[in-house]
């Protein structure tokens, strides 16, 4: 299990089910009633996409569940989902009675685990759905950094980050969790200490649509407890500036506000108008 730690989910299920099948434990691609499987009570997933969900429903449907769930018996006769709860959920809405399972032998804590890896190998979980399992997997299961680092595959400041946006605001931490923010504009916004700031700020980004660096311009710039409007259309227009100039190779120059001016473009040969021109197209 050591070994297999880190090298993805298949190789920890393959791992398990070889050792727990050696001691007449495990059984691979078993048909158990949809109805004795439970779902993880520590799945970090929180928001499943009920669209994609009956996609899938609809593909089991047509050509049955192919992929095994990944379970773990529990004492009462019943099975706890170790990975697979979207397959599970789509497999009662398609009909099915039974499914395949491959049934595992590990504990709570390696099942949270695995959980995480699956979510985090797939990308399923949100920055917020994210730093509540790795918060999880420190406080809870005492995992140490360097654990945490095999379980995830990412760097310690990545992991350290990702957790710390769980000190925003509970409004914050919802509009990142609904993908109105990102995790980039949630560590920008842990600049700003007072709560009222960081619900300002946020307003603005959302507002005019300011990417992560504008948020983090703001950040750095900003010295008093209400950011002025000057302030806002400077980063704002600066920003800007250097996004045309990297789209177009020369150097422009922008006159008034967000709401209105005019932008000017030197060129001095004939390429560089028609790079202009082409850059339009």
């Given at each position: 299990?050591?070994?297999a730690?880190?090298?993805?989910?298949?190789?920890?299920?393959?791992?398990?089910?070889?050792?727990?099948?050696?001691?007449n434990?495990?059984?691979?691609?078993?048909?158990?009633?949809?109805?004795?499987?439970?779902?993880?009570?520590?799945?970090?997933?929180?928001?499943?996409?009920?669209?994609?969900?009956?996609?899938?429903?609809?593909?089991?449907?047509?050509?049955?569940?192919?992929q095994?769930?990944?379970?773990?018996?529990?004492?009462?006769?019943?099975?706890?989902?170790?990975?697979?709860?979207?397959?599970?959920?789509?497999?009662?809405?398609?009909?099915?009675?039974?499914?395949?399972?491959?049934?595992?032998?590990?504990?709570?804590?390696?099942s949270?685990?695995?959980?995480?890896?699956?979510?985090?190998?797939?990308?399923?979980?949100?920055?917020?759905?994210?730093?509540?399992?790795?918060?999880?997997?420190?406080?809870?299961?005492?995992?140490?950094?360097?654990?945490?680092?095999?379980?995830?595959?990412?760097?310690?400041?990545?992991?350290?980050?990702?957790?710390?946006?769980?000190?925003?605001?509970?409004?914050?931490?919802?509009?990142?969790?609904?993908?109105?923010?990102?995790?980039?504009?949630?560590?920008?916004?842990?600049?700003?200490?007072?709560?009222?700031?960081?619900?300002?700020?946020?307003?603005?980004?959302?507002?005019?649509g300011?990417?992560v660096?504008?948020?983090?311009n703001?950040?750095?710039?900003?010295?008093?407890n209400?950011?002025?409007?000057?302030?806002?259309?400077?980063?704002?227009?600066?920003?800007?500036?250097?996004r045309?100039?990297?789209?177009?190779?020369?150097?422009i120059?922008?006159?008034?506000?967000?709401?209105?001016?005019?932008v000017?473009?030197?060129?001095?040969?004939?390429?560089?108008?028609?790079?202009?021109?082409?850059?339009?197209?």
């Amino acid at each position: 299990m050591k070994k297999a730690l880190g090298k993805g989910l298949d190789s920890l299920i393959r791992s398990n089910a070889k050792e727990a099948s050696s001691a007449n434990k495990t059984t691979e691609n078993n048909l158990v009633f949809i109805s004795d499987i439970l779902p993880n009570k520590n799945q970090p997933r929180k928001d499943f996409d009920n669209e994609l969900i009956n996609d899938l429903a609809e593909s089991i449907k047509d050509n049955g569940l192919i992929q095994p769930i990944a379970v773990r018996a529990l004492s009462n006769n019943k099975y706890e989902i170790v990975a697979g709860e979207r397959r599970w959920r789509a497999s009662q809405i398609a009909g099915l009675t039974k499914v395949p399972v491959v049934i595992t032998d590990v504990t709570e804590r390696k099942s949270f685990e695995l959980s995480v890896i699956e979510n985090i190998q797939r990308k399923d979980l949100n920055p917020i759905e994210e730093a509540l399992a790795l918060k999880e997997l420190s406080s809870t299961y005492s995992l140490s950094n360097d654990e945490i680092l095999k379980i995830t595959g990412k760097k310690r400041s990545s992991n350290a980050n990702t957790i710390r946006l769980l000190e925003l605001p509970t409004r914050i931490q919802e509009l990142i969790a609904e993908n109105k923010l990102s995790r980039g504009h949630g560590i920008a916004l842990l600049s700003f200490t007072a709560n009222h700031k960081i619900m300002e700020v946020a307003e603005l980004v959302i507002k005019k649509g300011l990417s992560v660096r504008q948020t983090e311009n703001l950040a750095k710039s900003s010295k008093t407890n209400k950011i002025s409007k000057k302030q806002e259309n400077d980063i704002y227009i600066k920003d800007l500036t250097k996004r045309i100039e990297n789209k177009i190779g020369l150097k422009i120059k922008i006159n008034g506000s967000p709401e209105s001016g005019k932008v000017e473009i030197k060129y001095r040969t004939l390429d560089e108008l028609n790079k202009i021109i082409n850059s339009l197209k």
